[in-house]
């Protein structure tokens, strides 16, 4: 079965600084999608990155980068000049492709504080 | 992107009762699915829900409890019965469009029961 470990319950950062989340998973399988959601108070899940695990250049969307260590299963998001809206809870998952969205597999979630 | 809109956003109910949860989505979607977060955890797939036939559900969910339906290819409900206040959670209705990694989210379903 696959896991998905966020070891940071909760992390805060200053305004316009740099933040990294921690994700790390276990699989034995050679291709997968792992995911970072971001979940505001408002509870939608928003996709804020994605990754295919066959690419090994790292994702960026805007703001958003990854670190993915496939080797190392390890699966980190940076948010970089970090802004209020980014308060929110902040999960990391894991999808088999050939099973769709019906094997997706979340961690326990971040929940990350920027400060004024 | 697809647009999903979760009614109704919260509820509280009363132990005993049945309260039903509907999913629109803005365009046609083949596959769509209920998530359960607990409170302070993550989610957790309770079915997929594929129009014109049953339910499909995860290990410890069945569906005497969560019936779901799948009339068309934009609507979707679940029901959660005979409520307990270990049902108090929110419920999310994501759907799958074009390719199958590409999965959205409505606002959720805030529960409580008393």
């Known amino acids: 079965a696959q896991t998905v470990t966020q070891s940071q319950p909760e992390m805060s950062v200053q305004e316009a600084e740099t933040v990294t989340l921690s994700c790390t998973y276990d699989?034995?399988?050679?291709?997968?999608?792992l995911f970072w959601y971001k979940q505001p108070p408002s509870r939608q899940m928003i996709l804020v990155i994605r990754?295919?695990?066959?690419?090994?250049q790292n994702a960026t969307e805007n703001r958003f980068s990854v670190n993915f260590q496939k080797a190392a299963k390890s699966f980190s998001l940076k948010i970089s000049d970090s802004q209020l809206g980014d308060t929110a809870m902040y999960f990391c998952?894991?999808?088999?492709?050939?099973?769709?969205?019906?094997?997706?597999?979340f961690g326990t979630g971040t929940r990350l504080t920027v400060i004024p | 992107s697809a647009v999903i809109s979760q009614k109704p956003s919260r509820d509280i109910c009363q132990r005993g009762t049945s309260l039903t949860i509907q999913c629109q989505v803005d365009?046609?979607?083949?596959?769509m699915f209920w998530y359960r977060q607990q409170p302070g955890q993550s989610l957790t797939l309770i079915a997929t829900?594929?129009?014109?036939?049953?339910?499909?559900?995860e290990s410890g969910f069945v569906i005497d409890k969560f019936p779901i339906s799948r009339p068309n290819l934009t609507f979707s409900t679940l029901t959660v019965s005979n409520m307990s206040p270990e049902d108090s959670s929110i419920y999310l209705c994501?759907?799958?469009?074009?390719?199958?990694?590409?999965?959205?989210f409505g606002s959720g379903t805030q529960l409580s029961v008393l």
């Open positions: 994501s759907v799958s469009q074009g390719a199958i990694e590409k999965l959205f």
């Open positions: 699989t034995s399988e050679n291709n997968y999608y």
């Open positions: 990754q295919e695990a066959y690419k090994q």
């Open positions: 998952a894991f999808m088999k492709p050939e099973t769709g969205a019906n094997n997706l597999f």
């Open positions: 365009s046609q979607v083949t596959m």
């Open positions: 829900a594929n129009q014109g036939s049953e339910a499909t559900y």
